[in-house]
């Protein structure tokens, strides 16, 4: 059965109940999210062939410091950067390090900022110089598969109509989805109920109801959906090395839809494509 609970009468752990925040949330969350967007507004022309990836997590956790932020991430679960870049055929949770991007390789940067104590929790891909054609369409599509879930969150759907507007559109464009990873209850908490899958049938999952927060986060491969973590625990790559990318938006449900809490302030939602 699914419970929902006022937020602040919650205990502060994951328990399976929903939460349903209010406009004081609302606010919180928009502040938090909104730094989240401009450090990934400020990232893009940082992203350059050359340039490793330790050096944009650096940018994280310094960008997070002077704006009175921590990064989720940072000793969560034993995970150590500020941020996840996840290159090419990695499909999430790939770790910063020393390595330079490459023309042509297309990048997610995924960054949470605690603000308050409350977390603003988005990612976008960035194409590093000039990347092929293919590589284009599976971001234009990704980005577009985001949306179309985004544009499916309304009070009394459930959460599966997220998850079947995400796996039509992405099946429709030849392209699959990720099974493995999912979106999340956000707010006080980094990962909370509901998950939010991104396939499926609109039948499924619990009704949306003014108030909930959570996360959109679809994975979309060129190939196949399967991946694989590797050995350090956290890279999660496609099987069959195809490429795959990801776009995350944290959003509030409100009375006729939502609010999306992490839009680019510059118009970079979806940096390095067209329009
Ligand atoms: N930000 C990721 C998400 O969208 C979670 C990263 S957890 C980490 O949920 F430990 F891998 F950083
Ligand atoms: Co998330
Ligand atoms: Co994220």
Redesign the pocket.
Known sequence: MVTYIEAFSAPMKNTGVIRLYNSDAFEGMRKACQLTARALDELYPLVQPGVTTDALDRFVFEFGMDHGAIP??LN????T?S??TSINHVV??G?PNDKPLREGDIVNI???YILDGWHG???RMYPVGQIKRAAERLLEVTHECLMRGVAAVKPGVRTGAIGEAIQQFAEAERCSVVRD?C??G?GRL??DAPNILHYGSAGEGPELKEGMIF?I?PMINLGRPHVKVLSDG?TAVTRDRSLSAQY?HAVGVTADGCEIFTLSPGGLDRPGLPG
């Open positions: 989720a991430t969560y679960r034993g995970y950067k941020c996840c999430c949770h770790i995924d960054v949470t929790d988005s990612s990873f979106g999340h956000l980094f990962h996360t986060e956290w995350e």
